[in-house]
């Protein structure tokens, strides 16, 4: 079946940049989305792509996507404190199923 | 990592019937459960959250009539859909929760419901 990986762990210092690295099986994906989650906390959409484009830019958020190597990345530009959570990849095929990665954790140090 | 199991994987009802959807912890205990929503091309949405032994809490615009949740013990949550329609086909999707701070959700592999 589909598989998304991901690193568990990830940790900055606050104003750098922070890459979140995520990589997935299923070569017919249509979407591809990054969300957020804080402690005990639901899911938040941040941002998301469609399969045929490979940057999508949203503020401080850029997504890239290397559809041959079928690896998505998520950067934060200027990592603040509150950024710290952890991101969870996710694929959608065609509206038919929806696969997680197991999500980073990101700390961001003072 | 922990596993979340969710059953069924995939439903077709009837207008007018109720559906039931698991979601089981394995091998954690899950004080807090989310149920989640997708519609075609669009974000999860997040319907509910539920904690242990007691009810759940409804986001803005869901039916908690519709949608019965029951979180009776650390290692099951159920979703009901009752008196299903057409419009509630949909993806549905749980995670699951230790419930301590800092702690992540892991998800169920979703339930596709079709009503007809």
């Known amino acids: 079946g589909e598989d998304v990986e991901q690193s568990l762990f990830l940790s900055v210092r606050e104003g750098d940049s922070s890459v979140i690295n995520c990589t997935y099986t299923d070569s017919s994906s249509t979407y591809l989305y990054w969300y957020k989650q804080e402690p005990g906390a639901g899911l938040q959409l941040l941002t998301y792509i469609f399969s045929n484009m490979d940057m999508k830019q949203d503020q401080r958020l850029t997504v890239l996507l290397n559809k041959k190597d079928k690896h998505l990345s998520l950067r934060i530009a200027d990592t603040q404190t509150g950024d710290s959570a952890i991101y969870f990849c996710?694929?959608?095929?065609?509206?038919?199923?929806?696969?997680f990665g197991p999500g980073t954790r990101l700390s961001v140090l003072p | 990592g922990a596993v979340v199991s969710q059953h069924p994987s995939w439903v077709i009802c009837k207008s007018g019937t109720s559906v039931k959807i698991e979601c089981r912890s394995l091998d954690f205990q899950a004080t807090t459960m989310f149920w989640y929503r997708q519609f075609p091309k669009q974000s999860l949405m997040l319907m509910a959250t539920?904690?242990?032994?007691?009810?759940?809490?409804?986001e803005q615009g869901v039916e908690k009539d519709k949608f019965l949740i029951n979180h009776a013990s650390l290692t099951l949550s159920t979703l009901t859909v009752t008196s299903a329609h057409p419009e509630d086909s949909s993806f549905y999707i749980c995670?699951?929760?230790?419930?301590?701070?800092?702690?992540?959700?892991?998800f169920g592999q979703g339930t596709r419901l079709t009503v007809v």
């Open positions: 539920s904690n242990e032994g007691s009810k759940a809490t409804y």
């Open positions: 996710a694929e959608e095929n065609y509206g038919q199923n929806f696969v």
């Open positions: 995670s699951a929760s230790e419930g301590r701070p800092n702690t992540e959700a892991f």
